[in-house]
């Protein structure tokens, strides 16, 4: 175990009581009794968590051990309450129409799924400063506590440390990362696939030979 949260340690980051990113690096000591991560990504209608809102959200739990064995995944659409509000763009990139969100969540099931799946968990992600501001502005609207652990986890600066010598990776996003490591991925923008995405990657990423 100590090896493993010396492996994931670049990535650590430390949160205020509110979930907030601190300037801050994660300390494995604050996760050493954690046992799960959760590895999360949010599809939104805008880059703005005081504005925009979230409109795809998803999750995979799994266990913080080698090889991190998954334990569920869940994600689902979010119905917007604020269409009007949105970045055109940004629609376009999910997808969003009102028939296919026919079928989405109100955001507070959605929450309540959410925030049950990963509770206790360190939320973990791809480049996570966007999502953990939703994420945190979300909570704060529904006036509930942060319920996952006080330390979070990016694996894109994991990626950096081990593949940028390599010469193989030009650029960190993680469509790109993912087809160098031979990821397969279930598709682009959607909640669900860029969370396993970024599961997969962290996986191989330290399975990767040191040096």
């Known amino acids: 175990m100590e090896d493993l949260l010396t492996a994931i340690q670049p990535g650590l980051r430390k949160l205020d009581s509110s979930g907030g990113l601190t300037p801050e690096p994660g ?5 050493a009794g954690v046992a799960s991560l ?6 939104m209608s ?3 968590a005081a504005i925009h809102e979230i409109l795809d959200i998803a999750g995979v739990r799994a266990t913080l051990a080698p090889k991190f064995p998954e334990e569920e995944a869940w994600g689902s659409r979010v119905r917007p309450k604020r269409i009007g509000n949105a970045v055109p763009a940004a ?4 997808g969003y129409t009102p028939k296919a969100w026919k079928t989405a969540l109100e955001l507070e099931a959605a929450w309540t799924k959410f925030s049950t799946l990963g509770h206790g968990a360190v939320i973990t992600g ?3 400063s966007q999502d953990m501001a939703f994420l945190v502005e ?7 506590p942060w319920p996952f652990a006080p330390v979070a986890l990016d694996v894109q600066p994991i990626a950096r440390g081990l593949l ?3 010469g193989t990776v030009d650029r960190f996003n ?3 990362v993912a087809d160098r490591l031979g990821i397969g991925r279930m598709g682009e923008h959607g909640a669900l696939a860029d969370a396993y995405a970024t599961y997969d990657v962290l996986i191989k990423l330290l399975e990767l030979p040191a040096g």
């Open 164 to 166: 940028k010598a390599t």
């Open 91 to 94: 629609l376009k990139v999910v």
């Open 38 to 43: 959760f590895v999360v990504d949010l599809e």
């Open 138 to 144: 979300t909570f704060r609207r529904l006036e509930q």
């Open 27 to 31: 300390d494995p000591a604050e996760i």
């Open 126 to 128: 791809w480049g996570i």
């Open 174 to 176: 993680l469509g790109h």
């Open 46 to 48: 805008g880059p703005n």
